[in-house]
Each structure stands twice: as structure tokens, then as C-alpha cells.
């Protein structure tokens, strides 16, 4: 049931945004594209963090290996793009699952001292085998639309079609993923590891799964990026991006799928927002880091004003209505179907709202 | 941030389409005179948009980040005496850190929404080669890269793109011939950046040094995480080699970090650079920086470092360029150094209005392209242009100088070379010809 609702869902949303991408000018549609790939890395990570309970902060890496699995395929085996964004994805989850195999042994701190020296260390490949990966330089491929678009389709366009298919594939693949056994028990074992242990969990397995799911999901990301910009460098998937992407998921909501593409849109859209509005406000040259400062002052407010990230602000402003952090259509179907079962006239709004206002996802079953 | 105003697109563009529709039909000659029209993307009957993307944060951003001010500073100079045409000249300079992912979206950002007529000095040799693929697909011209890899001279593949500065392979050959006939015997060692710009570098030095000399070469990554670390570990290997020479093909801030690691290790071999790092405002200033140390420290560190330079000296107050240059530069940005940079700035940006002035009244692209193509008459630079349709290399010689309390001294006569391996280093001898009274070409 979950899934049919879930793809309906997707189906829909697929159709909504390729539609507004259609009506889009060039740049537009690039930008499009962009906000759609990191989405795919944020909601990965989010799962990861937000639901497994495992830190990264090194997912950069995983988009480093789709990102060059895509280029090398594309290049030299001349793979189609869809296969190719298919085969980065395991190649970006195999990787995953060797690190998630070291992680799950790892906890907080160590985890995340484990996965920073993957982001630091694995651009060094590039600069390693300059034969193979270019180097500083790295490797430039092409990207053709396909015949029966017609000629005068536009690369951009097809760009951003890609990437918004792909995200709304990954979006309910993962949504769907949230509402089954799976993510039950990734949920219980966030919350507590012996408890989970005990209630006969293979908390190491379901770890590495963790892992495995949200490096697939970076590698997806990397990969759509290097379809998007048409090269791969290591200067893209720097430690920088890895922690931008820890900042989406917080700064969306963690653990929230809706979350990721609020976090994803923050990361995208807003520094080039604040470099045309200091541009067009009279900030000189010299003052370069004005739109970096900029930055840092939207993430500050945001955190300050929605302490539990977008999503949370939106859903405790929104009340029921709004989509919970997991399973956005089961959520508010089961609410509704609870109020009429009990005749309740009980505020919803209160329901897994702790004393602090925070709401977990699950805690209203 | 460069002022730029918003401009209603949707009229350009119409204008743009219908004024290519008429020039497909009729004569494809620039026109001399008539009314100023939106004859191209980025061309008003008012204003001319050009855009560029260039270091003013991260690594590079040290001393880079005033070429383009400086370049603004001219183009408002302009502006100000009249315009090309009557037109002023609008620059918006965008920053990407010198990361080439970042390049990329800002020069889409540029072309595809702001609609530039032309990019104009696009900054950095890794950066641009991100770039360049697209910037030739969507035929937008892209003058004058401000860097000197050889790459950007390929008409067939680029046509739309132009090189400027005298590129590595000629400036490692002029360097080279130097050490070769002023070190004979010694030691010598290359201290490179791992990519195109050092590669070319050692390349034309390797035209004119024995290899039997080079007894080490050292590649740096200008990524690395901790480029002091990378540097100090390149630089005890360079002592290692025992080199009494090291030739350096580097960015500012690893020259400098070179020079302190030099330092640090009691080593100090004859240093000799790529113009690319040998600017003495910056170097000795990211010294004092570095070192956290003020006053003629880093004067000292560099003093009697060799060196080339294809633009008049800043201490030759008696060239009328550089006279040109420092009262533009006092009058518009009297707050940053009148250094090499800003004379590199404004000396590229002088040659982008040359070529705009020859383009004609209501150029498009295409005539922009083709201006250059049938050459330009030397100006700002020490030697002549090679520019052709078959050619897109800039400047082709420059003078080796030594640098003596803060500022270049030449050592010798300009010389010119080509880009091959058997290609002569010869003296230039026509005198560089004066700045327009006007400032204005």
C-alpha cells in the first residue's frame, strides 16, 4: 500500500517538476540540477544520520567515487548515462559498505574522526593516478540528449530532467524504505543500540546497511553532478562539500526527507543569491567574503528560529498538516484515520511532542 | 563585486536574434558609423556586459584578487573619457575560488542567465579548462585568459578562445636560456605546480637547460589540505638534491611558502621564477604575512630573485604606460597596492578595449573574434602579439630582471622565442611604442 502511494506520489511529483523545468531558462534549469543531485546526497545522509544514528563526515567521498565512476564509464566504456548513474551507485554503495564494515565498530566521535580522514584522504587518488583521473585537472566527458527530444532540445533541460527523475526514484525508493522493517529497525537502534540488540536486531548488519544505502545514494548524487557540469575534478568533492552536506541535513531537519530538499535548495541557491545582492547593494570587491559571511548568518538565524530545522519549523507551524519527518502520506493518513476511529478531539499537534517540543518521528505510534 | 546594472533581456535578446538574422544576410564587414544598436547578447545601444571569473577568496585570492578591480578601474576609465563607441563598458567578475567546480557554475551563471557578451581575463589555468569546452559551445567569445598555458592557442578546437600573458612554454624557454648561459655547470632544480601552467613551465625550460643539470623536480598540489606542510616537505628534498639553482613555476602563495621553508632549512639557493610569482608587492607582502613579521623583511627574502616580465618595470617611472596606469589607479582604486597586479589588470583590460574598438560600432560575437584574429598592434606589452586566425597565443617575449628593493630591474633586452622545442631565443629590439595620450587606444 505504502509503495503505491508513495510512487503515485512520486509519479506526480515527477510530472510537477519536469514541468517547471521545461519553463526555465538555461541557467535555470543548471541550477535545477544542482539542487536536485545534492538532495539525492542530503537525503541519503539524512537517513544515515537521522535514522541509523550514524555519523559521517566524509559523504564527499562517495560523491568523489560516483562522480568518477560515471566520468571513467561515460568516457571510455561509452555506457548510456542511465546505466551508468545505476553502476556508480554500487560501486559509491560497495564502498560505502568497506567503510560501514570499519564504522560499525566506531562510535561518535571515532565514527566521525574515521569518515573525515575519507573525505581528506580519497580526492589524493586522483592526484595519485594522474593517468587515470586526470589529476588537478580531471576529466572532462559529454552528455548528448537523447535522438527523440528532438534537436533543438537543450542539454540543460535534458540535464535537469535526469537529475529530477533520478531524485524523485531515489525520494520514494528511500521513503518507502523509511516504512518498512528496515527502517523500523534502523529507528530502534538509533534510539537504543542494546535495546535493539536485545529484541534480537543484527545491529551490526543493519549498520553496514546503513552505510551501504547512504553511500549509494551520495554516489548518485556525485554522478548527477558530473553529468550536470560535464567534468569531474577533485576540487569539487573537497572536505568543504562533505561538511555543507552535514549542514543541509541539520539545517533541514534531521532525518527528514522533506528536510533534505529544503537543505539542499539552502545549499545551492543561497550563496549565489547573497553574491548578486552584495553585488547589486554596492559591496566592493574588497569585501569578497560578504557573501560568505552572509552565509554563515542565514545558517545562525535559521538554527536559532528552527531549532529542530526547516522541516520541524514548518511542521510546528503548519501543525498536522504538514508531512512528518518519515513516510509523508502514511503519517498524516494514519493521524486522520486515529481522529475518526476515536472520534478524538484530542490536538493532534500534541501527539510525540516531548516536554522539550521535540518531535521525534515515530513516537506517535 | 562588480556594479552591474539589471538589464530587461527579453528586447536584447529579440534585437540580438533580429540584428544576426540581417548581418546573416547582408555584409558581414563591421559598420563605421550609424546608430548604436542591441547588436549582440550583452550589447545595449548604451552598455557593453562582459563577464569573468576570478580568485578573490581562497588560495589564489592573494594578490589575484586585485586584476580585476584593476581591470574595472580601466574599463571605468574608459567609461568615463567616452566609452568604446559611446558604449560604457559593464564588468561583473564573479568569485569561484579558484576551484574549477565552482568555475563552472559561475561562468553558466554568466553566459546562460546575465547573457555576457564576451568573457573577458577568466582567471587560472585549472579553472578555465573547466570551462573553455562550454564557453566555445555556446560561441561566446573568450578573450585573453589570464594565464599562460599554451593550451589556449587552438583555433580549430577553441576558436573563440585567446591566450594573453606570454604563455609557460615561451617564459620557460626565455628563463631558460638565461639559466643555461648565466649557471653553466651548476646544479639546478624545479619547484612546479602539478598541472598544465607547471607543466608547460618545465617543459620550455627543459627546451634550453641540460637535463644532465636538473638534478631534482619537485611538483606541488595547489590543493593540498595543508600547503605549508606540502611545501616544507618539497622544499627539504630540494635541499636534499644539493641545487645551487631552483627555478620556480608557482602561484604567489606557494612561492612564498617556498621562500620561507627556505628559510627555516638554512637553504638558499639563486631563486629564479615565472613571472606568475615574482610580483615583489605581493610576494613580499604574503611574506610579512606568513611570517607575521612587518617592515622590509620580505623586501630581503626576495632580493636578487630572478625573474621575467613582459610588461613595462613599475620602478621605469619615466614609461608612459606605467605613468597612465598609476594616475588611473590613483583616481579609482587608490586602496590597493599599485602592484603588478593591478598593472597586469589594467594592461589586459587596455588590450580588451583595443580589440572592442576594432570589432566596429555594432559588433557581434563573431566580429570580436574575427578583430583579433587579424591581429593587434603591440601596446602595453614589451613585445608583439602573435595573434592570427591561426594563432592565439598573446604576448610573445618578455625581459629577465632581477628584483632589487621591491622592484623589477631588467637585466637584458626583451627577447622573443616560439613555442618550439628548436625555436630561437632572439633580442627584440623595436622600442615599445608610447601610451596614448588619451589613455585610450
Same mark, same amino acid.
Given at each position: 500500500?505504502?509503495?503505491?502511494r508513495?510512487?503515485?506520489?512520486?509519479?506526480?511529483?515527477c &510530472?510537477?517538476?519536469?514541468?517547471?523545468?521545461s519553463?526555465?531558462?538555461?541557467?535555470?534549469?543548471?541550477?535545477?540540477?544542482?539542487v536536485?543531485?545534492?538532495?539525492?546526497?542530503?537525503a541519503?545522509?539524512?537517513?544515515?544520520?537521522?535514522?541509523?544514528?550514524q555519523?559521517?563526515?566524509g559523504?564527499?567521498?562517495?560523491?568523489?567515487?560516483?562522480?568518477?565512476?560515471?566520468?571513467?564509464?561515460v568516457?571510455?566504456?561509452?555506457?548510456?548515462?542511465?546505466l551508468?548513474i545505476?553502476a556508480?551507485?554500487?560501486?559509491a554503495g560497495l564502498?560505502?559498505?568497506?567503510?560501514?564494515?570499519?564504522?560499525?565498530?566506531?562510535?561518535?566521535p571515532?565514527?566521525?574522526?574515521?569518515?573525515?580522514?575519507l573525505?581528506?584522504?580519497?580526492?589524493?587518488v586522483?592526484?595519485?593516478?594522474?593517468? &587515470?583521473?586526470?589529476?588537478?585537472?580531471?576529466l572532462?566527458?559529454?552528455?548528448?540528449?537523447?535522438g527523440?527530444?528532438?534537436?533543438?532540445?537543450?542539454?540543460?533541460?535534458?540535464?535537469?530532467?535526469?537529475?529530477?527523475i533520478?531524485?524523485?526514484?531515489?525520494?520514494?525508493?528511500l521513503?518507502?524504505?523509511l516504512r518498512?522493517?528496515i527502517?523500523?529497525s534502523?529507528? /530502534?537502534?538509533?534510539d537504543?543500540?542494546?535495546?535493539?540488540?536485545?529484541?534480537?536486531?543484527?545491529?551490526?548488519?543493519?549498520?553496514?546497511?546503513?552505510?551501504?544505502l547512504?553511500?549509494?545514494?551520495?554516489?548518485?548524487?556525485?554522478?548527477?553532478?558530473?553529468?550536470?557540469?560535464?567534468?569531474?575534478?577533485?576540487?569539487?568533492f573537497t572536505?568543504?562539500?562533505?561538511?555543507?552536506?552535514?549542514?543541509?541535513?541539520?539545517?533541514?531537519?534531521?532525518?527528514?526527507?522533506?528536510?533534505? &530538499?529544503?537543505?539542499?535548495?539552502?545549499?545551492?541557491?543561497?550563496?549565489?543569491?547573497?553574491?548578486?545582492?552584495?553585488?547589486?547593494?554596492?559591496?566592493?570587491?574588497?569585501?569578497a567574503?560578504?557573501?560568505?559571511?552572509?552565509?554563515?548568518?542565514?545558517? $545562525?538565524?535559521?538554527?536559532?528560529?528552527?531549532?529542530?530545522? $526547516?522541516?520541524?519549523?514548518?511542521?510546528r507551524?503548519?501543525?498536522? &498538516?504538514?508531512?512528518?519527518a518519515?513516510?509523508?502520506?502514511?503519517?498524516?493518513?494514519r493521524?486522520?484515520?486515529?481522529?475518526?476511529e476515536?472520534?478524538?478531539?484530542?490536538d493532534?499537534?500534541?501527539?510525540?511532542?516531548?516536554?522539550?517540543?521535540?518531535?521525534?518521528?515515530?513516537t506517535?505510534? | 563585486?562588480?556594479?552591474?546594472r539589471?538589464?530587461?533581456?527579453?528586447?536584447v535578446?529579440?534585437?540580438?536574434?533580429?540584428?544576426?538574422?540581417l548581418?546573416?544576410?547582408?555584409?558581414?564587414?563591421?559598420?563605421?558609423?550609424?546608430?548604436?544598436?542591441a547588436?549582440?547578447?550583452?550589447?545595449?545601444?548604451?552598455?557593453i556586459?562582459?563577464?569573468?571569473?576570478?580568485?578573490?577568496?581562497g588560495?589564489a585570492?592573494?594578490?589575484?584578487?586585485?586584476i580585476?578591480?584593476?581591470?574595472?578601474?580601466?574599463?571605468?576609465?574608459?567609461?568615463?573619457?567616452?566609452?568604446?563607441?559611446?558604449?560604457?563598458i559593464?564588468y561583473?567578475?564573479?568569485?569561484?575560488q579558484?576551484?574549477?567546480?565552482?568555475?563552472?557554475?559561475?561562468?553558466?551563471?554568466?553566459?546562460?542567465?546575465d547573457h555576457?557578451?564576451?568573457?573577458?581575463?577568466?582567471?587560472?589555468?585549472?579553472?578555465?579548462?573547466?570551462v573553455?569546452?562550454f564557453?566555445?559551445?555556446?560561441?561566446?567569445?573568450?578573450?585573453?585568459?589570464?594565464?599562460?598555458?599554451?593550451?589556449?592557442?587552438?583555433?580549430?578546437?577553441?576558436?573563440?578562445t585567446?591566450?594573453?600573458q606570454?604563455?609557460?612554454?615561451?617564459?620557460?624557454?626565455?628563463?631558460?636560456?638565461?639559466?643555461?648561459?648565466?649557471?653553466?655547470?651548476e646544479?639546478i632544480a624545479?619547484?612546479y605546480q602539478?598541472?598544465?601552467?607547471?607543466?608547460?613551465?618545465?617543459?620550455?625550460?627543459?627546451?634550453?637547460?641540460?637535463?644532465?643539470?636538473?638534478?631534482a623536480?619537485?611538483?606541488y598540489?595547489?590543493?593540498a589540505?595543508n600547503?605549508?606542510?606540502?611545501?616544507?616537505?618539497?622544499?627539504?628534498?630540494l635541499?636534499?638534491?644539493?641545487?645551487?639553482?631552483v627555478?620556480?613555476f608557482?602561484?604567489?602563495?606557494?612561492?612564498?611558502l617556498?621562500?620561507?621553508?627556505?628559510?627555516?632549512?638554512?637553504?638558499?639557493?639563486?631563486?629564479v621564477?615565472?613571472?606568475?610569482?615574482s610580483?615583489?608587492?605581493?610576494i613580499?607582502?604574503?611574506?610579512?604575512?606568513?611570517?607575521?613579521?612587518?617592515?622590509?623583511?620580505?623586501?630581503?627574502l626576495?632580493?636578487?630573485?630572478?625573474?621575467?616580465?613582459?610588461?613595462?618595470?613599475?620602478?621605469?617611472?619615466?614609461?608612459?604606460?606605467?605613468?597612465?596606469?598609476?594616475?588611473?589607479?590613483?583616481?579609482?582604486?587608490?586602496?590597493?597596492?599599485?602592484?603588478?597586479?593591478v598593472?597586469?589588470?589594467m594592461?589586459?583590460?587596455y588590450?580588451?578595449?583595443?580589440?572592442?574598438?576594432?570589432a566596429?560600432?555594432?559588433?557581434t560575437?563573431q566580429?570580436?573574434?574575427?578583430?583579433?584574429?587579424?591581429?593587434l598592434?603591440?601596446?602595453?606589452?614589451?613585445a608583439?602579439? /602573435?595573434?592570427?586566425?591561426t594563432?592565439?597565443?598573446? $604576448?610573445?617575449?618578455?625581459?629577465?630582471?632581477?628584483?632589487?628593493k621591491?622592484?623589477?630591474v631588467?637585466?637584458?633586452?626583451?627577447?622573443?622565442?616560439?613555442?618550439?622545442p628548436?625555436?630561437?631565443?632572439?633580442?627584440?629590439t623595436?622600442?615599445?611604442?608610447?601610451?596614448p595620450t588619451?589613455?585610450?587606444?
Open positions: 500500500m505504502t509503495l503505491a508513495n510512487a503515485g506520489l512520486g509519479i506526480i511529483a &510530472v510537477v517538476l519536469l514541468v517547471l523545468c519553463k526555465l531558462d538555461a541557467y535555470r534549469q543548471y541550477q535545477m540540477a544542482q536536485a543531485a545534492t538532495v539525492v546526497a542530503v541519503g545522509l539524512t537517513v544515515l544520520i537521522g535514522v541509523s544514528g555519523l559521517s563526515i559523504h564527499g567521498a562517495f560523491m568523489f567515487v560516483g562522480g568518477y565512476a560515471t566520468a571513467l564509464l568516457l571510455h566504456l561509452n555506457w548510456p548515462l542511465a551508468a545505476v556508480s551507485a554500487v560501486v564502498a560505502g559498505g568497506v567503510m560501514g564494515v570499519a564504522a560499525a565498530r566506531l562510535r561518535g571515532y565514527l566521525a574522526g574515521a569518515t573525515l580522514m573525505a581528506v584522504a580519497l580526492p589524493a586522483a592526484y595519485q593516478w594522474q593517468g &587515470v583521473f586526470g589529476g588537478d585537472q580531471g572532462d566527458f559529454t552528455v548528448n540528449t537523447p527523440f527530444l528532438g534537436a533543438s532540445f537543450q542539454l540543460t533541460e535534458w540535464q535537469g530532467w535526469v537529475c529530477c533520478c531524485l524523485v526514484i531515489v525520494m520514494v525508493l521513503a518507502n524504505l518498512s522493517r527502517g523500523r534502523w529507528r /530502534a537502534l538509533r537504543n543500540e542494546t535495546a535493539a540488540a536485545l529484541a534480537g536486531l543484527n545491529v551490526a548488519r543493519l549498520r553496514v546497511l546503513a552505510f551501504m547512504s553511500a549509494a545514494c551520495a554516489g548518485v548524487a556525485g554522478s548527477l553532478l558530473a553529468m550536470t557540469m560535464l567534468n569531474v575534478t577533485p576540487g569539487a572536505l568543504a562539500l562533505s561538511i555543507q552536506l552535514l549542514t543541509a541535513v541539520v539545517l533541514g531537519g534531521l532525518g527528514s526527507l522533506a528536510g533534505a &530538499v529544503w537543505g539542499g535548495i539552502i545549499l545551492v541557491l543561497v550563496p549565489p543569491f547573497l553574491t548578486d545582492f552584495a553585488a547589486s547593494h554596492g559591496f566592493s570587491s574588497a569585501s567574503s560578504v557573501p560568505i559571511a552572509g552565509y554563515g548568518l542565514v545558517l $545562525i538565524i535559521v538554527m536559532l528560529v528552527f531549532p529542530a530545522g $526547516i522541516q520541524g519549523g514548518v511542521r507551524l503548519l501543525g498536522p &498538516v504538514a508531512p512528518a518519515t513516510g509523508p502520506v502514511s503519517a498524516i493518513g493521524r486522520l484515520a486515529r481522529r475518526l476515536e472520534g478524538s478531539t484530542t493532534a499537534r500534541q501527539e510525540g511532542v516531548d516536554k522539550e517540543g521535540t518531535r521525534w518521528p515515530d506517535a505510534n | 563585486m562588480a556594479r552591474y539589471k538589464l530587461g533581456l527579453a528586447p535578446a529579440a534585437l540580438a536574434t533580429l540584428s544576426m538574422m548581418a546573416a544576410c547582408g555584409s558581414s564587414t563591421p559598420s563605421s558609423s550609424g546608430k548604436l544598436q547588436s549582440a547578447p550583452g550589447i545595449t545601444a548604451t552598455t556586459l562582459i563577464g569573468s571569473h576570478q580568485p578573490l577568496t588560495i585570492a592573494p594578490g589575484y584578487d586585485e580585476a578591480p584593476a581591470s574595472n578601474a580601466y574599463f571605468q576609465y574608459v567609461n568615463a573619457h567616452g566609452g568604446v563607441y559611446g558604449r560604457k559593464i561583473k567578475y564573479l568569485n569561484d579558484y576551484n574549477s567546480s565552482i568555475t563552472t557554475t559561475v561562468v553558466r551563471q554568466l553566459i546562460l542567465q555576457v557578451f564576451a568573457i573577458f581575463n577568466g582567471l587560472g589555468t585549472p579553472t578555465h579548462l573547466a573553455a569546452p564557453i566555445n559551445a555556446e560561441k561566446v567569445p573568450d578573450l585573453f585568459v589570464a594565464s599562460g598555458c599554451a593550451c589556449w592557442n587552438a583555433p580549430s578546437t577553441w576558436p573563440e585567446f591566450g594573453w606570454i604563455n609557460y612554454i615561451r617564459e620557460g624557454k626565455i628563463l631558460g636560456s638565461y639559466v643555461a648561459a648565466h649557471f653553466k655547470g646544479r624545479y619547484f602539478d598541472d598544465e601552467f607547471g607543466l608547460d613551465g618545465i617543459k620550455g625550460l627543459g627546451y634550453e637547460i641540460p637535463a644532465s643539470q636538473v638534478v623536480k619537485e611538483p598540489n595547489v590543493n589540505a600547503p605549508a606542510a606540502e611545501v616544507g616537505t618539497l622544499t627539504a628534498a635541499k636534499a638534491s644539493r641545487a645551487q639553482v627555478i620556480a608557482a602561484v604567489p602563495a606557494f612561492m612564498a617556498l621562500r620561507l621553508s627556505e628559510l627555516s632549512l638554512s637553504y638558499s639557493p639563486q631563486l621564477s615565472s613571472s606568475v610569482g610580483d615583489p608587492i605581493t613580499s607582502g604574503l611574506l610579512n604575512a606568513y611570517a607575521k613579521k612587518s617592515g622590509s623583511f620580505g623586501d630581503s626576495i632580493q636578487g630573485m630572478i625573474t621575467d616580465s613582459y610588461l613595462p618595470s613599475l620602478g621605469d617611472t619615466t614609461n608612459s604606460w606605467i605613468s597612465l596606469f598609476t594616475k588611473i589607479h590613483n583616481e579609482y582604486i587608490p586602496k590597493l597596492p599599485m602592484d603588478g597586479n598593472l597586469y589588470g594592461a589586459a583590460a588590450t580588451f578595449v583595443q580589440a572592442m574598438f576594432k566596429g560600432r555594432n559588433p560575437r566580429d570580436l573574434v574575427n578583430a583579433v584574429n587579424s591581429g598592434p603591440q601596446g602595453v606589452s614589451v608583439p602579439y /602573435a595573434y592570427s586566425a594563432d592565439h597565443d598573446g $604576448i610573445t617575449g618578455a625581459y629577465i630582471a632581477e628584483i632589487e621591491g622592484v623589477l631588467p637585466l637584458g633586452p626583451t627577447q622573443v622565442t616560439d613555442n618550439t628548436t625555436g630561437a631565443v632572439t633580442t627584440y623595436t622600442a615599445q611604442p608610447a601610451a588619451s589613455g585610450i587606444p
